[in-house]
């Protein structure tokens, strides 16, 4: 059964859906006012594995991400480029998109981008108004009041006594540092630094602030209570501090069962931040390491609640393991040519498939525990690898084989080398050609042409062995 680090509980707590085989998840996404970069992406990786391996498990799953495209960075943004606010974020939006497909992140079933959502925004804030979690200023924005909501800083481990209130504490903008923490912004009036954003409410002319946008674009799509929410660590506080007391306030039920948050990502021992100038893309990293798969499986060589030091040496290792993979792929599909299966050999095999498959989600179940998982899928290649080197692998235990590969790969999604970004892969048709050709003409004795064609192997990168069962090869290190 799936256990999850609840970060509300601080506990490992048994998955248990509120709809019995029905997941709805939800996790922050972008401010799509500049490219996302890599730290952000190992946030959303951790959300497409859950819902990879809820689905591999059975469940339905309902994900939802919001995409922020009005605050103040992308008002800001667009003044300074001189263009609409939609058309300014959309590039953006289109761009982390094309990230996801990069990284084979599952686009999210639903999208919602928060100026298309206002209504749902400003009927929330009405609800708080009523209900007295919430006062419209002397500024005209509207402010959610902390002192009202009895577990404020509960689930973030913070005394609500400690956090400075009143005017002091508020500023023109819907962020703010911890240490300026207080009533918070749900509707912020207008002023000329907005140009043309702005949105008419019964409140007055303005816009909603970040916090509101998640509890009404969440529970729109999810219900007032959902099962899992999902952000970096860094969303804790104020974030999803403050979408709880919003949510729980309008509603007076439970706003998400379980919460899990990933770790930061750093560079050098530092958080990546704007400020640092550690910032990196997927783009960025691509120009040294061209494979995405890359960053997918650096990211889940480590718990998602660990931090990870981040380094283009450790990223080009990771391409090390891939090409791994890919040998064993290209060495599993030499094998279907050959007559050695046995009914033995078939049992033998399935046994260890059994073994890893119990062991992938024994590791899984237990918090998503991927540097184990992983760990337990080179056990199961090494096993098989003796096995091609004893002379066990035939077409059909390779089938086997491969099909348990793809099985757990719809998780993993790193296993496969992608033809988009590893040409080599497209070649593994035409060197198993040309290695059939070389064997006949070793067999016919014509060595000028076995040599010619054993160059040809050479330029293209791959090293070959000839040995008592047949030929077999490897791409040469880079």
């Known amino acids: ?20 085989g029905q997941v709805n998840m939800y996790t922050c996404g972008p401010t799509i006012y500049d490219f996302a970069h890599i730290g952000n992406l190992s946030v959303y990786l951790l959300s497409d594995l859950l819902k990879k391996y ?40 289109q761009a982390i998109l094309d990230d996801f497909d990069k990284l084979k992140i599952s686009r999210p079933k639903v999208i919602c981008e928060a100026t298309k959502h206002i209504p749902d925004m400003i009927k929330l804030i009405q609800t708080l108004l009523d209900k007295g979690y919430a006062y419209q200023a002397k500024d005209k924005s509207v402010y959610y009041k902390i002192s009202a909501f009895k577990d404020y800083g509960k689930f973030a481990g913070i005394n609500k006594r400690q956090l400075k209130t009143g005017a002091s504490g508020r500023i023109n903008s819907d962020e703010y540092q911890k240490d300026n923490a207080g009533d918070f912004v749900l509707w912020k009036a207008w002023d000329k630094d907005d140009g043309q954003v702005f949105w008419d409410s019964p409140f007055g002319k303005g816009r909603p602030g970040w916090h509101i ?6 529970m729109k799509y999810l219900g007032p209570s959902f099962d899992i929410h999902l952000g970096g660590e860094d969303l804790i506080f104020p974030h999803h501090q403050n979408e709880i007391a919003q949510s729980e306030g309008a509603t007076g039920q439970k706003f998400v069962n379980y919460w899990l948050h990933h770790g930061f990502l750093r ?13 990196y893309t997927l783009s960025q990293i691509l120009e040294k390491v061209p494979n995405p798969m890359a960053f997918r499986y650096l990211i889940l060589t480590s718990h998602y609640r660990k931090a990870l030091n981040f380094s283009f040496d450790i990223l080009q290792s990771a391409q090390n393991t891939l090409d791994k993979f ?27 498939i059994d073994i890893a498959l119990t062991a992938f989600t024994d590791f899984m179940d237990d918090d998503l525990n991927t540097p184990q998982a992983i760990a337990s899928l080179f056990n199961f290649i090494n096993q098989i690898n003796k096995m091609i080197d004893n002379a066990q692998v035939g077409p059909i235990v390779a089938q086997q084989v491969l099909d348990f590969l793809k099985k757990i790969d719809k998780v993993w999604a790193f296993i496969f080398p992608d033809k988009k970004f590893d040409p080599k892969n497209e070649d593994a048709t035409q060197i198993g050609n040309i290695i059939k050709q070389r064997d006949l003409a070793r067999q016919n004795q014509d060595w000028s042409k076995a040599d010619n064609l054993k160059q040809q192997l050479d330029q293209m990168g791959v090293e070959i062995q000839d040995n008592p069962t047949g030929t077999s090869w490897k791409w040469k290190k880079q």
């Open 267 to 279: 560079m050098s021992q530092k958080k990546m931040s704007k400020s640092l100038g550690n910032l």
């Open 326 to 352: 890919s040998n064993f792929i290209a060495r599993l599909r030499q094998q279907q040519d050959k007559s050695l299966d046995t009914t033995d050999n078939q049992a033998k095999t399935q046994q260890l």
């Open 54 to 93: 809820l689905q591999f498990s059975g469940y339905k799953v309902l994900d939802v991400m919001n995409f922020t495209d009005v605050d103040d960075k992308t008002i800001k943004a667009s003044h300074a480029q001189g263009v609409p606010l939609s058309q300014y974020t959309q590039k953006f939006g």
């Open 1 to 20: 059964m799936l256990r999850l680090h609840n970060t509300a509980s601080h506990k490992l707590e048994k998955f248990k859906p509120i709809h019995s």
């Open 213 to 218: 946008e998640c509890s009404a674009m969440s």
